[in-house]
């Protein structure tokens, strides 16, 4: 138990402290005691500064709204084609061309959602930008996305951000009738979509420092272009002008969902580009 408390210190302290109970030769509880003050310590004295708060307040929390939003709506949104394909399909539907086109035209929304690139693009800058208090981080997340998903957000931001969600909509009331759809495919989608992509994202935030200077940068960038379109997305105002439900004599705004795949992609480019051959690394 003190090995295992130990990996939450840094590796050159680690070693260092796991060294000197060994040589002092205290017993397991006593060193399991000694490095969890340590630990105590050296998380306190980080929250000392005022930069990890502005960085929880500027970062941390807008995200995890914005995505807790997109959460909702995405679930929504699905829980109407998974009712209707699921719950009223009919065997003569399979000899029906226009259900097998409409099947094609939903598959690749149901099936590959952006909110999971969302999420792991989130969790990448808060495991960059924060990797000091990641434990603090990571929890003010998961409660803020948790919060957002069964509370919401009061309906005094309406003119600002998109809040509503398709089950707000009377012609949608048969489908959330059911408890599956209302409540629990909800959850589960904001588990497999957004917590663990999060999680995912903020490990690998933490090691960006093994790519080269110009590379972190290059991904940092298309990460924050990635985050643009997450914001975009909830903008209440963009979105009427993307759905051109606004005056036709104002331009039509283009819907930037597909740059969500920015940050998952530069990522996966820099791994490919900077992977170690394992030849080499045999050797070495």
Known sequence: MADAASLMLDSAERDAVCGDLAESGESGWEALREVLSLVVRRRSACLQDWRPWLTLASLTVPLGVLVSLMSRRTADGTA?????YVNNWDRTDIHNPGFWR??????PGLLLSHLACWSWTTGLLIGCFTRRILWLSGGTFLVVVLAVGIFGIPRSFDHILVLQRARDFRNNAAVFLEVFYRQA?????QLLLVVLPTSIGMRQGCRID????????FLLIASTAAILTLVSSNLLWWQMR???IWPL????????????IAGPAAYLLLTSLFRRPRHFAGRS
């Open 185 to 189: 495919f909800p959850q589960f989608l």
């Open 80 to 84: 109407i084609y998974l009712w209707l």
């Open 210 to 217: 093994r790519f080269p200077r110009t590379a972190q940068v």
């Open 102 to 107: 409409q099947l094609a035209e939903c598959a």
């Open 249 to 260: 004599r104002q331009p039509r705004l283009p819907s930037m969902i597909p740059l969500a």
């Open 242 to 244: 993307v759905w051109e």
